[in-house]
């Protein structure tokens, strides 16, 4: 019975003043906003009121219900209003204000925010993101198989692997494919901020630690407990912060920055650099014991020009995406087209093929990319765009498969990928589509043209 029972609180104070708490406090299970409190009637308060759907009354006498207010809160720092309300207040209520009701708004507001912060960069990094490997090479299946294996476990993973090869997107996979997958991920490039400004983003800090602390404000091993974090290029971590994250790994515990307690939180943790950490461990940039650390799980992911057979399928992934973000009809790639990516180094890896697919999207005056569309400069050619039919160019895998019977390649995979979607949205159409990216209207053009 106690289960059903809401507390009814009134809020005193104007619309400015009380929003944040008032947009907190309405979604905490088991409490209920009777009415805003607004001797003056401030329009910032109609405004509140009609947004939240609560009623605004400007004497406590005028609330019909007030009878059955448990708590209100005094928000208004109003000696006015201050009298007011200990003179009419109802017999059971309790007050709030001064330090009390300062208290509450701080604990109710900044929960929220920090849940806030959290939802928000988690959906940040999720925009756009397709946990998806895509590829069809030997070693793109073995990177497969070892996600496999290692992603029910709590070990911490290495991923080894040049700028672009798509360290991030095995990252991702691992945790999706884990048992923390409806678990905050969290990711943090290692070079995007000075060792200071890391330290505190990592640990957060407490409130007069520094110049700005204002607050306390947890730190990202905090945002991610019972998750995943990804340090993204951990090779170039400063020396003084390897020895705090070896702590780390090794107790589970933090401090934030200026303050003495200590915190145990519980994150599994996927680190990946483009250095070699083997000669950066010999010319002492990277501690011996932390590579150790490290180094009981790694994943070397290979460059693309490594793996030219996979190129196709990531083509045709990236040209799908690029026909929902440019809401352009790509029918597909020529074969010439497909030669001169064959041909193509690729020194920007799979980041590249994304954005210069995007680009031959966007430039294509037909359905078909063709080679006068694709930004690559190929060693002997003067310029961007490439010749093509030169056999000489290429490897005994990349020939198999370039010269086969490209459409079937493409209508094969698109296929699989339809009944993928379709698979895991349980049969719905409509989820089916969201979760793809693809158009409603698109999904079922294409369901219908193989028959699904």
């Not at 959290?118 to 073995?142: N, P």
Request: charged share 30%.
């Amino acid at each position: 019975m106690w289960k059903d029972t809401r507390i009814q609180i009134m809020i005193a104070g104007s619309g400015k003043r009380c929003s944040p708490f008032m947009k907190a406090v309405r979604d905490v299970r088991g409490v209920e906003i009777a009415c805003l409190l607004d001797m003056r009637a401030d329009p910032s308060s109609i405004r509140l009121a009609k947004e939240i759907d609560v009623p605004l009354v400007n004497a406590l006498p005028s609330f019909a219900d007030a009878h059955k207010l448990d708590i209100i809160v005094n928000a208004s720092q109003n000696h006015e209003v201050t009298d007011h309300i200990r003179q009419y207040k109802p017999e059971n209520a309790t007050v709030m204000e001064a330090a009390a009701a300062r208290l509450l708004r701080l604990l109710t507001v900044s929960r929220f925010r920090d849940r806030y912060r959290a939802v928000k960069r988690e959906l940040g990094q999720r925009d756009c993101a397709d946990t998806r490997i895509i590829g069809k090479s030997s070693c793109m299946c073995e990177i497969m198989d070892l996600v496999e294996c290692v992603a029910p476990t709590p070990t911490t993973v290495l991923l080894l692997g040049e700028t672009g090869v798509g360290k991030d997107l095995v990252a991702r996979t691992i945790h999706q494919a884990s048992p923390l997958r409806n678990r905050p991920y969290v990711s943090i490039n290692c070079t995007a901020l000075t060792s200071s400004l890391m330290e505190s983003e990592l640990f957060g800090y407490k409130k007069g630690a520094f110049t700005g602390a204002e607050s306390d404000r947890k730190g990202l091993f905090e945002e991610a407990d019972g998750g995943t974090l990804f340090l993204d290029e951990i090779g170039d971590m400063l020396p003084e912060l390897q020895a705090k994250l070896l702590r780390f790994l090794q107790t589970g515990e933090i401090r934030r920055v200026g303050s003495t307690d200590i915190r145990t939180v519980n994150v599994r943790v996927i680190a990946a650099t483009n250095r070699n950490l083997e000669s950066a461990v010999a010319d002492e940039s990277f501690r011996r014991d932390l590579f150790y650390r490290f180094n009981t799980f790694t994943i070397d992911i290979p460059p693309l020009r490594e793996r030219p057979m996979d190129i196709p399928y990531l083509a045709y992934h990236f040209i799908t995406r690029a026909e929902v973000k440019l809401n352009k009809k790509i029918g597909g790639i020529s074969e010439d087209a497909l030669q001169c990516m064959a041909r193509y180094d690729w020194p920007g890896n799979v980041r590249e093929l994304e954005n210069v697919i995007e680009r031959a999207a966007i430039l294509a005056r037909g359905e078909v990319i063709g080679p006068e569309d694709l930004a690559l400069r190929i060693e002997d050619a003067s310029h961007f765009g490439c010749p093509v039919n030169d056999p000489a160019l290429f490897s005994r895998e990349a020939s198999d498969v370039f010269h086969s019977k490209k459409e079937q390649v493409m209508k094969n995979f698109e296929k699989k990928e339809l009944e993928r979607y379709l698979e895991k949205a349980g049969g719905n159409v409509s989820e089916a589509s969201r979760q793809s990216g693809i158009p409603r209207r698109t999904f079922y053009r294409k369901m219908k043209k193989y028959g699904l």
